[in-house]
T-cell receptor, first 114, second 115 residues
Framework: KNQVEQSPQSLIILEGKNCTLQ??????????LRWYKQDTGRGPVSLTI?????NTKSNGRYTATLDADTKQSSLHITASQLSDSASYIC?????????????FGKGTKLSVKP | NAGVTQTPKFRVLKTGQSMTLLCAQD?????MYWYRQDPGMGLRLIHY???????AKGEVPDGYNVSRLKKQNFLLGLESAAPSQTSVYFCASSYFRWDRVDEQYFGPGTRLTVT
């Protein structure tokens, strides 16, 4: 069964600290992996999209890594800010025949405290 | 550009009532999607469209119908609402197919409560 598992479920850090969020997936075939940020009461916003040939991709203070062999990804947030408080969702895209489906993880809820 | 907009933002229905959620995008995207988001679960695909006049079922299509009469609009209908359809509904759109490196842009969501 295609699944995307994220850990931890929630995380509290102090402003200015770094953190790393984890994503493991069992989706096959694999096309790409995405990380989204979802603020409370809003729609998800894309942070990065990575194919199997990409190991690392950055977007400002956000850096995503992908190990296609172990089917693991991580999202590292550097020098956290209060505005980073949100849910971070890992999403894996299957092949073109997979009924339009992106497989969404349940998300990690990050709280950044002053 | 407004991006992806959804109407209405909030709605309360009684069991058995019907309603239509409207999604509009101004980015000339071919692909449009309807998702639902429930507490403790990831977003799940209800229906999607690969172009004007086309629709297809996603992971959880039962109890919903959709139409894409115009390229920029994607409508989600509930013919007879049930409490299990209480959820937050998100519309999204993209230019290329989901297996391409192309962003899906999400709307702000519609919070629906069925009593």
């Amino acid at each position: 069964k295609n699944q995307v598992e994220q850990s931890p479920q929630s995380l509290i850090i102090l402003e200015g600290k770094n953190c790393t969020l984890q994503c493991n997936y069992t989706v096959s075939p694999f096309s790409n992996l995405r990380w989204y940020k979802q603020d409370t009461g809003r729609g998800p916003v894309s942070l990065t999209i990575m194919t199997f040939s990409e190991n690392t991709k950055s977007n400002g203070r956000y850096t995503a890594t992908l190990d296609a062999d172990t089917k693991q990804s991580s999202l590292h947030i550097t020098a956290s800010q209060l505005s980073d408080s949100a849910s971070y969702i890992c999403v894996v895209s299957g092949g073109g025949g997979s009924q339009g489906n992106l497989i969404f993880g349940k998300g990690t809820k990050l709280s950044v405290k002053p | 550009n407004a991006g992806v907009t959804q109407t209405p933002k909030f709605r309360v229905l009684k069991t058995g009532q019907s309603m239509t959620l409207l999604c509009a995008q101004d980015m000339n995207h071919e692909y449009m999607y309807w998702y639902r988001q429930d507490p403790g679960m990831g977003l799940r695909l209800i229906h999607y469209s690969v172009g004007e006049g086309t629709t297809a079922k996603g992971e959880v299509p039962d109890g919903y119908n959709v139409s894409r009469l115009k390229k920029q609009n994607f409508l989600l209908g509930l013919e007879s609402a049930a409490p299990s359809q209480t959820s937050v509904y998100f519309c999204a759109s993209s230019y290329f197919r989901w297996d391409r490196v192309d962003e899906q842009y999400f709307g702000p969501g519609t919070r629906l409560t069925v009593t």
